[in-house]
């Protein structure tokens, strides 16, 4: 069981700079690939980053490319997401997820464990 802890957001103005932590529980965290997606009411849950076990892959949405950089602590057993040139558009529910496995995905369906998420406002 692995459970994920978000912090970090807020509101910034358009142009500005955030930076997400995720804190996981357990002493497997590097056993983890791990992402971050974002959810705005009434929408779809949507793939923002992700980082490999290892750290050593990460892949990123076409949207947030060049802006957001996405790393892992493992001797303090965090993720964090570094969000650069912010965007109106950015604005959502940001959510750390938790997959037990090499890959990462981009889809929501095969991580395993979920933050509760963390509110980033941008306003223009």
């Known amino acids: 069981q692995v459970q994920l802890v978000e912090s970090g957001g807020g509101l910034v103005q358009a142009g500005g700079s955030l930076r997400l932590s995720c804190a996981a529980s357990?002493?497997?965290?590097?056993?983890?690939?791990m992402g971050w997606f974002r959810q705005d009411p009434g929408k779809e849950r949507e793939f923002v980053a992700a980082?490999?076990?290892?750290?050593?892959?990460?892949d990123y949405a076409d949207s947030v490319k060049d802006r957001f950089t996405i790393s892992r602590d493992s001797a303090r057993n965090t993720v964090y997401l570094q969000m650069n040139s912010l965007k109106p558009e950015d604005t959502a529910v940001y959510y750390c997820?938790?997959?037990?496995?090499?890959?990462?995905?981009?889809?929501?369906?095969?991580?395993?464990?979920w933050g509760q998420g963390t509110q980033v406002t941008v306003s223009s």
């Open positions: 997820a938790a997959r037990n496995g090499v890959s990462i995905p981009t889809m929501t369906g095969p991580y395993d464990y």
């Open positions: 980082i490999s076990r290892s750290g050593r892959v990460t």
């Open positions: 357990g002493r497997t965290f590097s056993s983890y690939a």
